[in-house]
């Protein structure tokens, strides 16, 4: 198939899918997260639920709905059409990178967001090997203590 004769069927399948793909919004990352050196506790749980929002707006419904659409797009498709194998090609293709982009971004958030998780416990620990010292005689603990206040 020539290459202007893909690109035109591309953008034919994306103008007939535009009322389908309507339906599947793509939802708005955390743009903002709290430096974990600095963060209080309240502020890196308050990130922590925006984040696992995210993460569950993006895993339970934003992919199952770019499933769906790519699944009525395909029954849509005329069988009989000489190009039928090349729609559903195309078709497949930006389900894909949809479905990758929306991964790779909600990946890039988890790994951010670890940074600072990080950054926050190394933090606390050096609190504790200092003034804190007392606070931290309960085994294991990993909980934000309150911040003082400089």
Partial sequence: MKLSTRVSLV?????????????????????????GGSATKEQMLAAETTI??????????????????????????DAADPQYAQKKTAVEEVHAKKHNA??????????RWSEEINVA???????SKTSWKTKRSVAGMRAWPSRPTS
């Fill in 11 to 35: 953008a034919a399948l994306l103008v007939s899918g535009v009322s389908a793909q309507a339906a599947c919004s793509y939802p708005q990352a955390p743009q903002n997260l709290p430096n």
């Fill in 102 to 111: 929306a991964l790779d971004e909600l990946t890039a958030l988890a790994t």
């Fill in 121 to 127: 416990v190394a933090s606390l620990a050096a609190l």
């Fill in 52 to 77: 696992k929002e995210y993460s569950k707006a993006v895993q339970d419904t934003y992919l199952p709905c770019l499933e769906q659409e790519k699944n009525t797009t395909v029954a849509g498709l």
